[in-house]
């Protein structure tokens, strides 16, 4: 079904040979006071779906969801028909409530959302708007620290990335095109084991498509008489349409084929 506005009220589906039954059912807010204090006027603020209900409680003036609920169906492996009135549903539905909360700054970014688990999640930006910084407090936990530090450049591409573990990635671009030719990540040094876990460069046509992508971080490999480097290369054609693809590929893969698993 259609909403005078164009928006969809229902979605309907017919098994062969089957019924047809309704999968989904669309709610909108009205004009009311209490709606217009959420800014949910015309917003849909409760769909049924094959899960169940999920609820808009309320949302930011520029459109971001500040509080959603979800609602499971309590047999979530019986058919799923929202036929009839709503007031009936309630039934159907589990009587916990799964809520989510967010919080934005003025322009309409996340600053933090917690889960129905009751985990938060934390962010931080710079003047221009960029992420530069998030964390999460497990609940009940310590807040750890997901992303230490992110830097960009004037033309606002990623320059360097430090995670909270310590694993540190570079980005390198061409000047003229701002094209990524270069992909750096290491890892602190621990024992015996190796810091760089990768080192990319990127090969470009003129018109901007992937030619090759290297990696120096793997050694060349010796394999039945061949000579394996570890590199993807891409080949177009006369439309600039992908033809071919070569690389790399485990063993173990086993034998590959064209038909579908049974």
Not at 47 to 63: K, T
Request: net charge positive.
């Amino acid at each position: 079904g259609e909403h005078s506005l164009g928006r969809p009220l229902s979605y309907h589906e017919q098994a062969k040979g089957g019924l047809k039954t309704v999968t989904d059912r669309f709610f909108y807010a009205t004009n009311s006071e209490q709606d217009k204090n959420c800014n949910l006027n015309g917003q849909c603020v409760r769909h049924y779906d094959s899960a169940g209900l999920q609820a808009l409680i309320s949302q930011s003036i520029i459109g971001v969801p500040l509080q959603q609920q979800r609602r499971l169906l309590t047999n979530p492996k019986g058919p799923v028909d929202w036929f009839g009135e709503k007031e009936n549903w309630g039934a159907r539905l589990s009587e916990q409530p799964f809520v989510s909360h967010s919080t934005t700054d003025a322009l309409g970014q996340l600053l933090t959302q917690t889960d129905a688990k009751g985990h938060i999640q934390r962010m931080a930006y710079n003047r221009a708007g960029q992420l530069i910084g998030s964390w999460l407090t497990i609940k009940n936990s310590a807040e750890q620290v997901i992303l230490r530090s992110l830097t960009y450049s004037a033309a606002g591409q990623k320059l360097r990335e430090e995670s909270g573990n310590g694993v540190i990635t570079e980005y390198r671009y061409e000047p003229q095109t701002q094209r990524l030719i270069g992909i750096k990540t290491t890892r602190p040094a621990k024992k015996d084991r190796p810091t760089r876990l990768q080192d990319l460069r990127y090969d470009y046509d003129p018109v901007g498509n992937i030619l090759a992508i290297h990696n120096d971080a793997e050694a060349t490999r010796f394999y039945r008489n061949q000579k394996i480097v570890p590199e993807t290369t891409y080949r177009y054609d006369a439309l600039y349409q992908l033809i071919e693809a070569t690389g790399r590929e485990a063993d173990t893969n086993g034998i590959q084929n064209s038909q579908l698993p049974a």
